[in-house]
């Protein structure tokens, strides 16, 4: 059975088919997604198509299914009609509601809060107010995603603060994605029993590690690779700071790594300072008041920014539209990468991919190996190129 993919907008009292394989026709639509964002949907139709009355900005939800799986919710954000009356239909990923709340100047830490409760200075307390904050500013069908973390996300040592206005996505992005290096996906509830966000599951992972059964391999379904050998970030040494605390005195003073590192506020790799000499980097965890948790958020950022070499970037063809035995690739899943010419044989992480809906057997699939967890091995890889 080949792949089927549809898409359907629904309203509160209506579902509109608008495409599916073999079937319904559009003149165009294309699926975009990539790691930590919202993603997007365009589709364009004639006067001609049943649903083009139909659709409107910021109303309803429209759908996109891969053999009767959702994949993809998102929200209609601009409507374009062209000289011959072609209408294109923009659609962003339910994950941009996020932008529909507002969120003021606030401190995170042991006496203040977001939303006036007790903080408990945890990572999961702080997506809580920021749940609560969101829900009471915006309608049901825009409500905060059900969330999911591990226990030790969820009971990770945490402050922060914004003196300015803010959006919840920006603060997310800020606190979470860029300074804990975290990721987040959607897993979308196939049963579609209100439009609302609350249906679906918001995933907050430090690593991404779901494995994919299908292989890429040169001159099999590996379309192209590259190599990058970059600077850009190095250092060998860095002085990691996290959090304000509060000093028996009243002042205030960024947590370090001097308890727990042999008196030492750098964290220093003494075989990157031989070959390459001594060059320092502050590294800001501003959420972050355990020095424990602390030191070992700085090893791995350490470990990310000694080597030289950082980037593999390899797009592939997803074998699974002609073998049902195969795994489909996902955004954030690791692919094991094979290629005798190239001498690689390693894994990568699936940060990107576009489909033309019409002609999905062509899609590209773009994967990263510059992700934490598997910059070391993509690290002896080059290296072994490079030798």
């Not at 011959?84 to 809060?113: H, R, W």
């Not at 969101?134 to 226990?151: G, I, K, L, P």
């Not at 030289?308 to 997803?318: M, Q």
């Amino acid at each position: 059975m080949g792949t089927i993919y549809k898409i359907e907008y629904l309203t509160e009292n209506t579902i509109i088919k608008i495409f599916e394989t073999g079937k319904i026709d559009v003149i165009t639509a294309e699926y975009h997604a990539a790691v930590n964002s919202a993603g997007s949907l365009t589709f364009k139709l004639s006067p001609l198509h049943a649903a083009y009355n139909s659709i409107e900005t910021l109303v309803g939800i429209v759908v996109l299914y891969k053999n009767d799986k959702i994949i993809f919710k998102s929200r209609v954000y601009s409507i374009t009609i062209d000289n011959y009356n072609i209408k294109t239909v923009e659609c962003e990923g339910m994950l941009a509601v996020l932008n529909d709340s507002i969120i003021k100047p606030y401190e995170y830490s042991e006496y203040k809060s977001l939303d006036g409760t007790k903080s408990t200075q945890k990572f999961g307390n702080w997506i809580y107010q920021l749940t609560n904050n969101h829900n009471q500013q915006v309608t049901e069908n825009t409500h905060f995603f059900e969330t999911v973390m591990s226990d030790k996300l969820r009971n990770l040592d945490f402050s922060c603060k914004n003196t300015s206005y803010s959006d919840t996505w920006s603060e997310i992005k800020s606190k979470f994605i860029n300074e804990l290096d975290g990721f987040l996906w959607v897993e979308y509830n196939n049963e579609l029993l209100t439009l609302s966000t609350e249906q679906d599951v918001l995933h907050f992972d430090t690593t991404l590690s779901r494995a994919c059964n299908q292989e890429i391999k040169y001159a099999v379904n590996l379309s192209s690779i590259e190599r990058k050998i970059y600077a850009d970030d190095f250092a060998t040494a860095i002085l990691p700071l996290g959090g304000e605390y509060e000093t028996e005195t009243g002042g205030k003073i960024k947590t370090s790594i001097v308890s727990v590192n042999n008196n030492n506020e750098f964290l220093v790799n003494d075989d990157a300072v031989k070959k390459y000499g001594r060059i320092n980097k502050v590294i800001n965890f501003d959420g972050v008041l355990s020095p424990t948790e602390l030191l070992k958020l700085a090893k791995n950022k350490l470990d990310e920014i000694i080597s030289l070499s950082g980037n593999l970037s390899v797009k592939a063809v997803d074998l699974s539209i002609v073998d049902d035995t195969l795994d489909c690739f996902e955004i954030g899943q690791k692919v094991k990468i094979i290629s005798e010419n190239h001498q690689t044989d390693m894994y990568a992480i699936i940060s990107e991919y576009d489909i033309d809906l019409l002609q999905p057997q062509a899609a590209e699939y773009k994967l990263n190996s510059n992700f934490k967890s598997f910059v070391n091995i993509t690290n002896q890889t080059i290296y072994k190129i490079k030798e």
